[in-house]
C-alpha cells in the first residue's frame, strides 16, 4: 500500500488526514487494481502507481465530502450587503459513471491506460 508519507511528501497532498487516508488510499488502490484487470496499465516512471493512487484518493474523498453535503464548490459569498454567485453545485458530475470519468482521468495523469493489449 501507498504510504501516507508519500501522499505528504511526494504528491503534497494535505486534503487528507492519516485516517481519512487509510480508508481513501485503500479505495484507490483497490480501483487501481481493478484497471490493471481491465486495461493494459504500464508506469513511464518508478513512482507512477503512486501518484496515481494519491491522485484517485483526493478525487474519492472529494465525491465522498460532496455527496455527504460537507465539502464541493463554493457556489454563493456574500459579506454584508454584496453577494455574488460562481455557478451551481450541479457542476460536478458525481454520478457513478462521472466519478469513474474522474477517477480513471486521475489514474492517467500518471500513468499510461490503453484498452487491450499494446504490442
Known sequence: MVEYVFYKDTFR???LTPEEWEVYGRRAEEQ???YKRIYAVTAPESDSEGLAVCAMA???AYFCAVQNGSGGAVTAASIGSVSV???SAQAVDISPKGQ???LLRCARLYLDIYRGVRA
Do not use: F
Open 58 to 60: 483526493d478525487a474519492l
Open 85 to 87: 454567485s460562481y455557478g
Open 13 to 15: 497532498g494535505s486534503s
Open 100 to 102: 469513474e470519468r474522474e
Open 32 to 34: 487501481l487494481a481493478r
